[in-house]
């Protein structure tokens, strides 16, 4: 199988991230489709808007936004054909998660990586 990655959509796109994926419900500001690359929109995969909003990319809040944003992806009607359709993909390339957060330490689209791959092992 292959590898899911995370990177900015403020990054240049390289031949390496495989399927660039969108992972946030908001359109990136600033950033046409043609320079993004993106692949495909995933926009109900991401956290719910209050939940976002309440994290306010505050790293102090992180530990909490990732327990919530779990529970959320658990309970997300979405996530089952979004990983039947993630597990196809890695079958032949890679996958990068596409997000917009200026900080890459502390995103959702990490966490999204750590659940997906967890759920895809159990499988």
Not at 8 to 20: F, L, Q, S, T, W
Not at 50 to 62: A, E, G, I, N, V
Not at 73 to 85: G, K, M, R, S, T
Request: glycine fraction near 4%.
């Amino acid at each position: 199988m292959h590898a899911i990655g995370c990177k900015r959509v403020y990054e240049n796109p390289a031949g390496g991230d495989g399927m660039r994926i969108l992972v946030d419900r908001l359109w990136p500001r600033g950033i046409s489709k043609e320079v993004a690359q993106i692949d495909r929109w995933e926009k109900d995969i991401a956290p719910s808007t209050d939940l976002r909003k309440w994290f306010s990319h505050d790293p102090q809040r992180y530990e909490a936004f990732s327990s919530q944003y779990i529970l959320e992806l658990d309970a997300n009607p979405h996530a089952d054909d979004f990983l039947d359709a993630l597990r196809q993909t890695l079958e032949t390339e890679d996958v990068t998660f596409v997000y917009a957060a200026k900080d890459v330490a502390h995103n959702h689209a990490l966490i999204l990586q750590i659940w997906a791959e967890k759920r895809l092992r159990q499988e």
